[in-house]
């Protein structure tokens, strides 16, 4: 199975903040790399698919970057409803594995 | 547009099945592919399984022995069940609807908290 790291799992940043998660899978996965906001008590919101491709509807402030097997999400000028904890998950391969999450809070 | 929603028991004795269904309202249930994930409290995601429509189904290697997933496309519902359950089940369910072209979980349901507990 393919096993996904995040870092950090934490971070304390200000509104207006650039913000950098960094993702690594244990092999290869390509581009299939998938990004995730969750905020308490909801469900899981897709932000970004294939590495790099923005959902519809999600703000462009949202970027993500990488291939192979170490992946990115920048957030450019964090607004306060970014607060929230950010999942990766890689879908190259059964079972589609999440990362452990990075919460985002506020410093 | 498609909505998710989790329905079954909130609260499941040890050793026995936890069963949960998926309704998909404004669409339908074709061309994609359906899952569960779960959630314990305070914890990360931990993916379960997937469905096809055409009944093909792929499984968590850690769950593979206690999970069935089922689909009922003439009511756009697929299900759960998970058997032989302790309290490390405990957790909140969601559904997911896996887009085959971005493989990736697009549309989820609210989630369903299930308790593992005599």
């Known amino acids: 199975d393919i096993q996904m790291t995040q870092s950090p799992s934490s971070l304390s940043a200000s509104v207006g903040d650039r913000v950098t998660i960094t993702c690594r899978a244990s092999?290869?996965?390509?581009?299939?790399l998938n990004w995730y906001q969750q905020k308490p008590g909801k469900a899981p919101k897709l932000l970004i698919y294939?590495?790099?491709s923005l959902q519809s509807g999600v703000p462009s402030r949202f970027s993500g970057s990488g291939s192979g097997t170490d992946f990115t999400l920048t957030i450019s000028s964090l607004q306060p409803e970014d607060f929230a904890t950010y999942y990766c998950q890689q879908s190259y391969s059964t079972p589609g594995a999440f990362g452990p999450g990075t919460k985002v809070d506020i410093k | 547009q498609v909505q998710l929603q989790e329905s079954g028991p909130g609260l499941v004795k040890p050793s026995e099945t936890l069963s949960l269904t998926c309704t998909v309202s404004?669409?339908?249930?074709?061309?994609?592919?359906w899952s569960w994930i779960r959630q314990p409290a305070g914890k990360g995601l931990e993916w379960i399984g997937r469905i096809y429509t055409s009944g093909s189904t792929n499984y968590n290697p850690s769950l593979k022995s206690r999970v069935t997933m089922s689909v009922d496309t003439s009511k756009n519902q697929f299900s759960l069940k998970l058997s032989s359950v302790t309290a490390a089940d405990t957790a909140v369910y969601y559904c997911a609807r896996g887009h085959p072209d971005v493989h990736a979980f697009d549309i989820w349901g609210q989630g369903t908290m299930v308790t593992v507990s005599s």
């Open positions: 294939a590495a790099s």
């Open positions: 404004g669409g339908s249930i074709s061309s994609y592919y």
């Open positions: 092999q290869s996965i390509s581009s299939y």
